[in-house]
Nanobody, 130 residues
Framework: VQLQAFGGGLVRAEESLRLSCTAS?????????IAWFRQAPGKEREGVSF????????KYSDSVKGRFTISRDNGKREVYLQMDNLKPEDTAVYYC???????????????????????WGQGTLVTVSS
């Protein structure tokens, strides 16, 4: 699976953005768990949100809980990250990552475990001004 993240841009604090992660090279995303990570300048990559292959399990980091919403459309091979009430500290390059989980549609790793995901897309830059 090849992944590409879209939708980044420059916004002001309290505004919203929706990121999209589009998959190619596969017929569908039904067996893929997907996560969003981000990396700010000078900081380590951190897990932001996760959705299981069947969509029934979602996770959010404490820093975005209540503001970000992850969703997926397997038919369109897309996963979305709706980001509301953005803050300057949300400024980062956002990446989507996927892991094929044919044996467990509810596979759910630690959100901060970057090694759990073997497929990564190029990131999209989100800049939030104060």
């Amino acid at each position: 699976v090849q992944l590409q993240a879209f939708g980044g841009g420059l916004v002001r604090a309290e505004e919203s953005l929706r990121l999209s992660c589009t998959a190619s090279g596969v017929a569908g995303l039904d067996y893929y768990a997907i996560a969003w990570f981000r990396q700010a300048p000078g900081k380590e990559r951190e897990g932001v949100s996760f959705i299981s292959a069947n969509g029934r399990i979602t996770k959010y980091s404490d820093s975005v809980k209540g503001r970000f919403t992850i969703s997926r459309d397997n038919g369109k091979r897309e996963v979305y990250l709706q980001m509301d009430n953005l803050k300057p500290e949300d400024t980062a390059v956002y990446y989507c990552a996927a892991e094929w989980t044919p044996n467990s549609s509810t596979w759910s790793p630690d959100l901060q475990d970057t090694k759990a995901f073997r497929s990564w897309g190029q990131g999209t830059l989100v800049t939030v001004s104060s």
